[in-house]
């Protein structure tokens, strides 16, 4: 049986750049931690970038969170800086869940990564909903969001959604 990682939007838009927060900063040695283990296990890492264009202020989400961030090709765009792996699957996604995970197959899987209460939440949600009978989990140590009751409410959301939630 394999495992799969997917480490959502570890961008360093939501870490140092134009949404970061210190909340992000503080995962970043156990996002690295858990990276490790998975490539250790020579398990599959999967990463998912958000991903816009720069017309971004115009579209729906831009007008709801008018703040320019993940533009396509920009530093802020790129994953942190330790964090990528050669040879890795990366997903752009242009909004918060990724809707073609059904394209995949899964045994086991792991999500880490950002906001904890926006994209995190919803990849696991739509995860959960695609593969029902494939044990999906949230390590809260390597997850943040954009406040620490957001954070928390999210985590909360996904266990009543039967997501396992590790490490609070």
Not at 1 to 23: A, E, R, Y
Not at 118 to 146: H, M, Q, R, W, Y
């Amino acid at each position: 049986m394999s495992k799969t990682l997917i480490v959502v939007d570890m961008q360093n838009d939501f870490i140092t750049g134009s949404l970061g927060t210190q909340q992000a900063q503080a995962i970043l040695p156990n996002v690295k931690q858990k990276i490790r283990q998975y490539q250790e296990n020579n398990d599959e890492i999967l990463f998912t970038r958000d991903t816009h264009q720069t017309d971004y202020l115009n579209t729906p989400e831009g007008k709801k969170l008018p703040v320019e961030h993940c533009i396509e090709g920009t530093e802020g765009w790129k994953i942190a800086e330790g964090l990528e792996v050669p040879g890795c699957t990366y997903i752009d996604k242009p909004t918060f869940g990724w809707t073609h995970w059904n394209e995949r197959s899964f045994d086991e899987i792991e999500l880490i990564g950002l906001c904890t209460d926006i994209c995190v939440v919803s990849n696991a949600l739509i995860l959960k909903a695609t593969f029902p009978e494939v044990e999906i989990t949230v390590d809260a140590n390597c997850c943040a969001g954009v406040t620490p009751e957001t954070h928390q409410a999210a985590l909360e959301t996904m266990k009543m959604c039967q997501i396992h939630v590790i490490g609070e």
